[in-house]
């Protein structure tokens, strides 16, 4: 029930395209969603976040859409860049307790063409 | 630079041996998280604490342990080292409220042989 389940493996993007990475979990009783990125030899970096009183957020190029009911949320960059070029991890976690343990999904290696 | 300090950034050794891992969180962060990354197992949450007091524990092994000093940087350390121990071991702090962003460091690269 702790499991977050990320799809796809592997993504290749032309510049300027839309990429689309997709989560899924179990445990309902997560309530903070994250998006990390990370370059190689760097450790993981926000990205952006939600909660799931809101189904969609968008801070720039970066949107994650929630669905609650169906347990699932996405990332989606808009016009994709070659410096997009990263993994890309999504995490839940339940704060209640102040306990932020961020059970990560297997990530996405994201390579953005030219 | 997230602000986070990892020491050292590799570490090569050998099987049975014990190291220790070291971590200085950002300044006024009073949480710090460690995390294991493998090609296997992924991104893995091993323990967290809070102002020198253990908060949460993940799948953690017992010959793992860690501790978080009055001056609030942690140590991890690994014991009875095994290869399959070999890993990017990360380092995470942040608050404790609501929200809070966990912000990583570098990494550890152990190697165990």
């Known amino acids: 029930q702790q499991q977050v389940k990320q799809s796809p493996q592997s993504l290749i993007v032309q510049k300027g395209g839309i990429s689309i990475i997709n989560c899924a979990y179990e445990n309902t009783a997560f309530d903070y969603f994250p998006w990390y990125q990370q370059f190689p030899g760097k450790g993981p970096a926000l990205l952006i976040a939600i909660r799931p009183d809101v189904s969609e957020k968008k801070e720039g190029r970066f949107t994650i859409s929630f669905n609650k009911s169906a347990k699932q949320f996405s990332l989606h960059i808009m016009d994709s860049q070659p410096g997009d070029s990263a993994t890309y991890f999504c995490a839940a976690s339940s704060l209640a307790g102040g306990y932020n343990k961020l059970i990560f999904g297997a990530g996405t290696r994201l390579a953005v063409h030219p | 630079d997230s602000g986070v300090t990892q020491t050292p950034k590799h570490l090569i050794t050998a099987t049975g041996q014990r190291v220790t891992l070291r971590c200085s969180p950002r300044s006024g962060d009073l949480s710090v998280y460690w995390y294991q990354q493998s090609l296997d197992q992924g991104l893995q949450f091993l323990i967290q604490?809070?102002?020198?007091?253990?908060?949460a524990k993940g799948n953690i092994l017992e010959r793992f342990s860690a501790q978080q000093f009055p001056d609030l940087h942690s140590e991890l350390n690994l014991s009875s080292l095994e290869l399959g121990d070999s890993a990017l071991y990360f380092c995470?702090?942040?608050?404790?409220?609501?929200?809070?962003?966990?912000?990583f460091g570098p990494g550890t690269r152990l190697l165990v042989l």
């Open positions: 995470a702090s942040g608050g404790l409220g609501v929200q809070e962003t966990q912000y």
């Open positions: 604490y809070y102002n020198g007091e253990e908060r």
